[in-house]
T-cell receptor, first 113, second 114 residues
Framework: NAGVTQTPKFRILKIGQSMTLQCTQD?????MYWYRQDPGMGLKLIYYSVGAGITDKGEVPNGYNVSRSTTEDFPLRLELAAPSQTSVYFC????????????FGSGTQLSVL | DAKTTQPNSMESNEEEPVHLPCNHS???????IHWYRQLPSQGPEYVIH???SNVNNRMASLAIAEDRKSSTLILHRATLRDAAVYYC???????????????FGRGTQLTVWP
């Protein structure tokens, strides 16, 4: 199984540019998450989704947008990139049951210059 | 939402046991305790989870205090490959849509010396 797949692995953006980070999972999980991790810091929850068509904000949603049109995909959109968005972004998924584990993607390293 | 508190860093020598503590004094009766670890330049990976009883798997053991306000992840014989950041989080089965809000703190950076 592929698990959780994130693309691209690396990206450099100029200030003001926009881009979409892709995340797809093949485990039929209802719950999906986007986290960012700044150097030397823990994971901060950006957005999450509990199913197709349902999304909600996490701790640090400003500057980002998400959509969930299918169970498999949960893209993260940056509309006007800023240097403060330089970070590593992780997507994760789970079945949603509290005794089930999360599966993480390998991350996207984003630099905004 | 219930939060967890972990030491910022811990050290161990190779092949010695490691006990990584986590405090979760506001845990509710339906919260599961999960542990994840993050190796350098990788995404977090699942280690172990439990509700009330101690748990063992091939990676580690989880010891849960009787009042459930703290837990300890036990690596029985640390190896160099166990050097990572270890996160303790709570997953609640009984909070409807807020079940989605899974918060990770900074975790504990484990250094293993050869």
């Amino acid at each position: 199984n592929a698990g959780v797949t994130q693309t691209p692995k690396f990206r450099i953006l100029k200030i003001g540019q926009s881009m979409t980070l892709q995340c797809t999972q093949d485990m039929n999980h209802n719950y999906m998450y986007w986290y960012r991790q700044d150097p030397g810091m823990g994971l901060k929850l950006i957005y999450y989704s509990v199913g197709a068509g349902i999304t909600d904000k996490g701790e640090v949603p400003n500057g980002y947008n998400v959509s969930r049109s299918t169970t498999e995909d949960f893209p993260l959109r940056l509309e006007l990139a800023a240097p403060s968005q330089t970070s590593v972004y992780f997507c994760a998924s789970s079945s949603g049951r509290s005794n089930e584990k999360l599966f993480f993607g390998s991350g996207t390293q984003l630099s905004v210059l | 939402d219930a939060k967890t508190t972990q030491p910022n860093s811990m050290e161990s020598n190779e092949e010695e046991p490691v006990h990584l503590p986590c405090n979760h004094s506001t845990i509710s009766g339906t919260d599961y305790i999960h542990w994840y670890r993050q190796l350098p330049s990788q995404g977090p990976e699942y280690v172990i989870h439990g509700l009330t009883s101690n748990v063992n798997n091939r990676m580690a053991s989880l010891a849960i205090a009787e009042d459930r306000k703290s837990s300890t992840l036990i690596l029985h014989r640390a190896t160099l490959r166990d050097a990572a950041v270890y996160y303790c989080i709570l997953r609640d089965a009984d909070r409807g849509s807020t079940l989605g809000r899974l918060y990770f703190g900074r975790g504990t950076q484990l250094t293993v010396w050869p």
